[in-house]
């Protein structure tokens, strides 16, 4: 089954509304310039105060982008100051939400089983989680980098039927390579988004897993996306500095004619 490749756009914390604006301007623009096919879906996952302004922007001039969050809690409502519910996002009109990005992770003390739990959440508001896994440089080292991964899709999907698998995303970024210039070579990261999509086949049938995108996240460019794609199990690239950049970004999604 053919999988549409995504390209999905990570802004971390970085941009305000008004340059967030800016930018989908200049992304659009660039892709035009190359007379993008979009025949990959291009995201971008601005901060939350941004959201609204990307959602104005892309509906008012009809571009063909689609937008999402960078988390989300797990309440819905109430006494948690400083959340965002995916209620919220959904009226937003967001597609996609980041659940246990390696920043997430590490500062934020989330363990698999909240990865899980927002990834549930997400689901349940229509939009589509796009769960994040991968190893740290000490994992890596050991040579139990595919074990450790493996153990956190597990536990994150645990509580999933197989119709919801099929239409999540999984990311799998080693955070050895997440903001350092230092990209896992397309057999490295073929050898995990393989194992993952295995695991998918034990765990839910070859059908669900012939369905579930697996993007490969970690110093994305255009200068190493053409392979990074050519490998069978990496559908998309979770891109964090590169997607700060329109012309650079656009160039990662038109991948097919670089
Ligand atoms: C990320 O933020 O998920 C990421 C992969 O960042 P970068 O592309 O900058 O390594």
């Known amino acids: 089954m053919a999988r549409t ?65 960078q988390d989300v809690s797990l309440h819905d409502s109430g006494a948690y100051t400083g959340e965002v519910s995916a209620t919220m996002l959904e009226k937003l009109g967001c597609k996609y939400v980041v659940v246990g990005h390696s920043e997430r992770r590490e500062y934020h003390g989330e363990t698999d089983e909240i990865v899980g739990q927002k990834a549930q959440v997400v689901a349940a508001h229509n939009m589509t989680p796009i769960v994040c896994c991968g190893e740290v440089l000490e994992i890596r080292q050991q040579g139990t980098h595919v074990e450790h991964v493996l153990s956190q899709v597990r536990g994150a999907l645990a509580g999933f ?25 397309p057999a490295d990261a073929e050898e995990v988004c393989g194992a993952i999509r295995q695991l998918l086949v034990d765990l839910y049938g070859a059908e669900v897993a012939e369905s579930t995108r697996i993007l490969y996240g970690g110093s994305v460019n255009s200068g190493n996306v053409k392979e990074l794609m050519a490998q069978p199990n990496v559908d998309g690239g979770l891109v964090g500095g590169a997607s700060l950049k329109a012309q650079e970004f656009a160039k990662i999604a038109d991948f097919k004619h670089l």
């Open 5 to 69: 490749p995504l390209m999905a756009g990570n802004w971390k914390m970085n941009l305000d509304h008004l340059q967030a604006v800016q930018l989908v301007n200049e992304l659009a623009m660039a892709l035009e310039d190359r007379n993008f096919d979009y025949s990959s879906e291009v995201v971008v996952i601005p901060p939350f105060t941004d959201i609204r302004s990307v959602q104005t922007t892309i509906d008012g001039d009809n571009l063909k982008l689609a937008y999402g969050a």
């Open 161 to 185: 039927t197989g119709e919801q698998v099929a239409k999540l995303v999984i990311a799998y970024e080693p955070v050895w390579a997440i903001g350092t210039g230092e990209v896992a070579t």
